[in-house]
């Protein structure tokens, strides 16, 4: 019986990757007919309040939620390969375009100092996702986090804004590669994409951006190594160029080109340090790919850290150059490498920058494609979305279904808009999560449930309150009274008072295995403050915007993740798969008697 049942599951999931009924998106009992589904809106105050309080644990994400897969992901990655990730998913259009931008506008000369203290804040979030990574090497990344130590509400919060920015982010970085592209043939603006009536900001098709994203899928789909490989030999090249900027560049410098160094003062430095920060966007995505790495406590840290490392440095030589081979006011905001270059009399240099972001972007799009499907494949697991999108691909190991779930919602954005509305809302979206780690990352050392007492909880959720409400008070101060100091006198020894209390009043509860955060709870703290710090300098739309996609989660959530997710938590849902497998097993059985 047990060696028949085995063999049809076999036999099932080999021949039925492929599927489309209502129960691989539905499994759930609340969904099961009209009147359940009634019944189960009914609970919605209870089942809300088990899911806010409900936490999940580490070996419920490492096996549990891994069998709603059926099959693994197959482990073939080193630290070399998550090093050229690191490089192939932040090097990227946005040290190219961000530079000359904020150097001129906001930073001057200093933009130098921008790149090392958005450098800083990266390195502050990526120690907090290295520490998580390492203790749990799964798929789900900063939302298999947020399960474990902030619970099923602030997950799904977090798996939101994930899925948004996959999608939205997917798709900006299609179009400007249609962009890009134009500029490398030196073809008029706009002249690649096809005109029509349509209403404005949506009426320029963009078919090539649909083509790029489908073919960069396409490749993260049929084998991660195989799209390792490929992001190598790009990044290669990459490197190549990147050595050809910064080496040209310091030969043609002139250092009074950084008088004066500070023209904005340092509101400028930080006002575009909070822009030039995304440009170190997208090292989250590693993290997503420690279910795939052979050696994760070893791996991961070597990947994650020495990547950024390297990416603080080339950034800041690159900043360094542009501003020493022009003045700060004549450099071009939009292009502003290939303009200097001209000015120096390497015209020719435009093609070769154009070529880099060209590149940098390919690289982008398709190590956002396995991170941005790793991710989804995991909200799956736990049923916030239909749990079809977990399955992985038996043959290639890979999740198709969520791969092409973000694809074909990135390619219909990128084909209409122009997405000038919400690129500010993806900059809200990455801060809040980071912001949402170090808080987590914090709570994991400082509470465990059955070992933590309830007056070391309390103490421990008073100190965080205190930290991210002085945290927060610093960053609106900073944005309402620029200039001022009074306010700093007050909310910055809180920050500290906060930060001093955790770490004095309150036993760490939990010890890492192999790596951990250095000099906690100071540099936790710090990452909350500075992501916050940075969220403050945004534009007051993005955060309406914020608002009102977080207001559409939300309902959505009250309608169909919380019931699905409770009944997923409860056991009350059937899997199709070994549902079939356990009748054929059964029946075949019966043949045999």
């Not at 309040?49 to 549990?64: I, N, Q, Y």
């Not at 906001?106 to 996702?129: D, E």
């Not at 070529?355 to 916030?384: E, F």
């Amino acid at each position: 019986m047990g060696s028949s049942m085995e063999g049809s599951k076999a036999e099932f999931q080999r021949r039925s990757y492929w599927r489309w009924s209502k129960e691989d998106f539905f499994p759930e009992e609340s969904f099961k007919s009209w009147p359940a589904y009634v019944s189960a809106l009914g609970q919605t105050h209870r089942r809300f309040r088990d899911r806010f309080v409900g936490r999940s644990d580490d070996a419920t994400e490492l096996v549990d939620l891994r069998r709603q897969s059926v099959n693994d992901m197959k482990r073939c990655l080193t630290w070399w390969d998550l090093t050229w990730f690191g490089f192939g998913s932040v090097i990227g259009a946005g040290i190219f375009v961000l530079t000359g931008q904020e150097a001129h506008d906001h930073a001057g000369p200093a933009i130098v100092l921008s790149y090392v203290a958005s450098g800083i804040s990266a390195m502050l979030s990526v120690f907090c996702y290295t520490e998580f990574a390492v203790e749990i090497p799964v798929a789900g990344g900063s939302f298999a986090y947020l399960r474990v130590e902030l619970g099923d509400f602030a997950a799904f919060i977090a798996a939101a804004n994930l899925i948004l920015e996959s999608i939205i982010g997917g798709a900006a970085v299609a179009r400007s590669w249609t962009s890009y592209l134009t500029s490398l043939l030196n073809l008029p603006k706009n002249s690649l994409r096809i005109h029509t009536n349509l209403a404005k900001d949506f009426n320029l098709l963009d078919p090539i951006a649909v083509v790029v994203l489908f073919a960069t899928a396409t490749i993260a789909m049929i084998s991660t190594k195989k799209t390792s490989y490929f992001n190598w030999i790009a990044s290669a090249v990459h490197t190549v160029v990147i050595a050809f900027v910064i080496v040209a560049g310091f030969a043609h410098a002139e250092p009074t080109n950084l008088k004066p160094f500070l023209p904005f003062g340092a509101q400028g430095v930080f006002q575009a340090a909070a822009i030039v920060y995304f440009a170190y966007g997208g090292f989250d995505n590693i993290a997503t790919m420690a279910e795939e790495t052979r050696n994760p406590s070893r791996d991961i840290p070597l990947g994650l850290l020495g990547s950024m490392s390297v990416i603080t440095a080339i950034y800041c030589l690159m900043a360094l150059s542009l501003s020493m081979m022009q003045k700060y006011t004549d450099i071009d905001t939009d292009a502003a490498y290939s303009v200097a270059f001209k000015s120096v009399g390497m015209k020719w240099a435009q093609y070769l920058v154009a070529l880099g972001a060209l590149k940098g972007m390919t690289t982008v799009l398709l190590v956002g494609a396995l991170g941005q499907a790793r991710y989804t494949t995991h909200i799956a697991r736990s049923h916030i979305i239909p749990p079809l999108f977990a399955l992985v691909h038996p043959k290639t190991g890979t999740p198709i279904y969520a791969t092409l779930l973000i694809t074909i919602s990135s390619a219909c954005i990128a084909l209409f808009s122009s997405l000038n509305v919400l690129a500010s809302l993806l900059s809200v979206s990455t801060l809040f999560i980071f912001m949402m780690m170090a808080t987590a990352l914090l709570v994991r050392r400082y509470y465990r449930r059955d070992v933590s007492t309830p007056r070391d909880l309390h103490k421990l959720v008073i100190c965080l309150l205190v930290i991210i409400a002085s945290s927060t008070g610093i960053s609106a101060y900073w944005g309402l009274r620029p200039h001022g100091w009074i306010g700093y006198v007050i909310l910055v020894p809180m920050w500290v008072a906060g930060t001093l209390g955790l770490q004095l009043f309150v036993p760490q509860c939990r010890t890492p295995k192999v790596w951990g955060v250095p000099l906690v709870p100071w540099l936790p703290s710090l990452s909350i403050a500075t992501n916050l710090f940075l969220m403050g300098s945004l534009e007051s739309k993005a955060f309406l915007r914020f608002g009102i996609c977080s207001g559409i989660m939300l309902i959505y959530y009250l309608l169909f993740g919380l019931h699905a997710t409770y009944d997923m938590a409860h056991g009350q849902y059937q899997r199709p798969d070994l549902a079939e497998a356990e009748r054929k097993a059964a029946a075949g059985a019966g043949g045999e008697a």
